[in-house]
């Protein structure tokens, strides 16, 4: 059984940081797929950064130059750094494995931005 397990969510004021971690635990393939989405009240889900197995980074527009998407191999882990946030970036933010054609979430964390 594969499970994800997310940290680092909180509450920061605007124009802050914060640093969010998923651990990946169970039975791994090396190529996979790492992922991190949000989800906003009254929104649907949306990608914010995916870090392939030995692909090229992507992120989205509206996070492009804030956070920053790194991954441990050895460790199965996946990080989120984001700095300079804004109100905007308040969601519930989710970690993703894909393996093949089976997708795996975490529980979420939430991310507040507010003053």
């Known amino acids: 059984q594969v499970q994800l397990v997310e940290s680092g969510g909180g509450l920061v004021q605007p124009g802050g940081s914060l640093r969010l971690s998923c651990a990946a635990s169970g039975r791994l393939f090396k190529i996979n797929i790492l992922s991190w989405y949000r989800q906003a009240p009254g929104k649907q889900r949306e990608l914010v950064a995916a870090a392939p197995s030995g692909g090229t980074i992507n992120y989205a527009d509206s996070v492009k130059g804030r956070f920053t998407i790194s991954r441990d191999n050895a460790k199965n882990t996946v990080s989120l750094q984001m700095v300079s946030l804004k109100p905007e970036d308040t969601a519930v933010y989710y970690c993703?494995?894909?393996?093949?054609?089976?997708?795996?979430w975490g529980q979420g964390t939430q991310v507040t931005v507010s003053s």
């Open positions: 993703k494995l894909r393996m093949g054609s089976s997708e795996y």
